[in-house]
């Protein structure tokens, strides 16, 4: 052993505490003020005890296995205040493909840590960050804002809808971020959401759709229908007609989309036909969509004459 090295016992069981609240790894300053000098630390290396991740973080035990622990490394190697960021925060909320090995890190002015893609950023406070899987990482609304420059129109969208859709994003969110940052490049690209949010609540479109048929003569829908074991947004029963509002507040994601296609192809085999329907069209042309779907009803009593 050597001489200047803490006693192996106790300083062991404290890296182990730490490190087991830091997916496994350890600062040099942490070590430190473990009573660890420079010599016992590069012995614990020499023989495996600890093993260099990024300048000053070491994994104990074993190297980083997972992208997860190699991520807590990064934000450890960016000081403090570091904070997971940009696309690879858009991972770790799951509204990404994660990238394996690659970290983007926010950090102080003063850190630039090599083998991680680190950005400053003035002005952030408290609400722009959260602790996910017991890892600083920017929030979601933060994330969405640094990533807006960074993805297509589709996968902003996506990333938007999946957001909101899991409880992660309010658009409240979003024009606070867009209110603090307005020169952020992502600020343009995220304003449309606000301004145009997208489509009513559920609610809403139960009390405007039936206005909607009586204004133009058309027959009064049943809402929230049963139809082949699905519930249907609104149902003309006679004429077997389904109307799906197609809004991107309640057919966002992924797994939602193929529940709909699912969901049409069950109900056209018990013979009922779905219109879709968007808000926007609604309220825009709503005479050209409501001659469209009184011509569909006369179509559909008449092949059933």
């Not at 035990?61 to 925060?89: D, N, Y």
């Not at 409880?167 to 409240?172: E, P």
């Amino acid at each position: 052993m050597l001489g200047d090295e803490p006693r192996q016992g106790p300083v062991d069981a404290a890296i182990a505490r730490i490190a087991g609240r830091q997916h496994g790894n350890i600062t040099y300053e942490q070590l430190r003020a473990l009573g660890c000098s420079d010599r016992a630390i590069a012995h614990r290396v020499k023989t495996g005890r600890l093993h260099r991740v990024y300048r000053g973080v070491y994994a104990v035990g074993r190297p980083p296995r997972t992208a997860l622990e190699r991520a807590a490394a990064a934000v450890l190697a960016g000081g403090r205040g570091a904070a997971l960021s940009h696309r690879s925060a858009l991972a770790s909320w799951g509204l990404v493909e994660a990238r394996p090995w690659r970290f983007d890190v926010v950090v102080p002015k003063d850190r630039r840590p090599k083998g991680i893609k680190t950005h400053t950023a003035s002005g952030l406070i408290a609400r722009d960050f959260r602790r996910l899987h017991g890892i600083r990482v920017t929030s979601p609304a933060r994330t969405l804002l640094d990533c807006a420059p960074l993805l297509s129109d589709r996968a902003l969208t996506r990333a938007v809808n999946e957001a909101r859709r899991r409880g992660l994003l309010r658009l409240a969110d979003v024009a606070d971020a867009i209110e603090r940052f307005p020169r952020h490049p992502g600020a343009r690209r995220l304003a449309p959401f606000v301004n145009s949010p997208g489509g009513p609540t559920r609610s809403e479109w139960e009390d405007a759709f039936p206005a909607f048929c009586r204004r133009f003569g058309l027959p009064e829908p049943v809402m929230a229908a049963k139809v082949a074991g699905y519930e249907v947004d609104a149902l003309f029963p006679a004429e077997k007609v389904i109307v799906e509002l197609d809004s991107w507040e309640f057919h966002s994601s992924r797994e939602s989309f193929e529940r709909d296609r699912e969901r049409d192809a069950s109900t056209l085999m018990a013979r009922h036909v779905t219109v879709r329907l968007t808000w926007e069209r609604m309220h825009r042309h709503p005479d050209a969509e409501a001659a469209r779907l009184q011509e569909i009803l006369r179509q559909r009593r008449a092949q059933a004459a």
